[in-house]
C-alpha cells in the first residue's frame, strides 16, 4: 500500500526557510508525480507544486521563487522549501500523490499533515 | 485561476438521510473535479474522480454529477463515519485550486 508521511519543524521563525520532508513507502517515486499541497487556518488550500518521475518540477505562481522541490531517489523522499516565510505561510502542510494525465491531476494518496507555525 | 464556490459552508443532517453539496467553478472544468472527505486529524481521502467516478473502496451511497461548472457530491443514506468535510478540487486548469469546503455533522 502507497503511505507518505511529512516530516521537518513545527515551527519555523519569520524571514526563515520552512523546510519538510516526504518519506513514500510501498511506490518508488521515479514512477510518478508527487505534491506538496497546504492547508490553512480556515480550511482553504493550496497546491503548492509538483515534482515529476523524472525530476522536474511545476509550481504554483502565487509562490513565485520561494519554493523549491526536490528528492532523494535513494531514499525515495521528496522535499519541500519554502524561503522567506511570513505568519501567512502558517499551515498544515501535506505531501500528496497526483494522479491522472497530460498536466491534470487529483490526488489519490496523502501523507497525515504537518502543522507548521511561523511565529517569532 | 479557477475559483470553486462550495455550499454550503456547514450542513447537520440525520442519519439515513440524503446530503447534497454543491461546487460551482468560475468557468468549465470540463467534468475534472474531483471530492475529498476529512476527518478530524485524518488526512484527505479521495471519494470521486472525473466528476462521477467512485475512487477505490469507496461505498456506494457517494456519488458524484454534473458538468461544465455545476457539480455535486451526494450522500445516500447517511451514516454516523460519514461525519466530517468535504471538499472539491478542479483539475482542468493550472494551478489547481479546491473549495472552501463543507463541514458535515449530525442532527
Known sequence: EVQLQESGPGLVKPSQSLSLTCSVTGYSITSNYWGWIRKFPGNKMEWMGYISYSGSTSYNPSLKSRISITRDTSKNQFFLQLNSVTTEDTATYYCARPRGYYGRYYFDYWGQGVMVTVSS | ?107
Request: glycine share 8%.
Open chain 2, 1 to 107: 485561476d479557477i475559483q470553486m464556490t462550495q455550499s454550503p459552508a456547514s450542513l447537520s443532517a440525520s442519519l439515513g438521510e440524503t446530503v447534497t453539496i454543491e461546487c460551482r467553478a468560475s468557468e468549465d472544468i470540463y467534468s475534472n473535479l474531483a471530492w475529498y472527505q476529512q476527518k478530524p486529524g485524518n488526512s484527505p481521502q479521495l471519494l470521486i474522480y472525473d466528476a462521477n467516478s467512485l475512487a477505490d473502496g469507496v461505498p456506494s451511497r457517494f456519488s458524484g454529477s454534473g458538468s461544465g461548472t455545476q457539480y455535486s457530491l451526494k450522500i445516500n443514506s447517511l451514516q454516523s463515519e460519514d461525519v466530517a468535510s468535504y471538499f472539491c478540487q478542479q483539475y482542468n486548469n493550472y494551478p489547481p485550486t479546491f473549495g472552501a469546503g463543507t463541514k458535515l455533522e449530525l442532527k
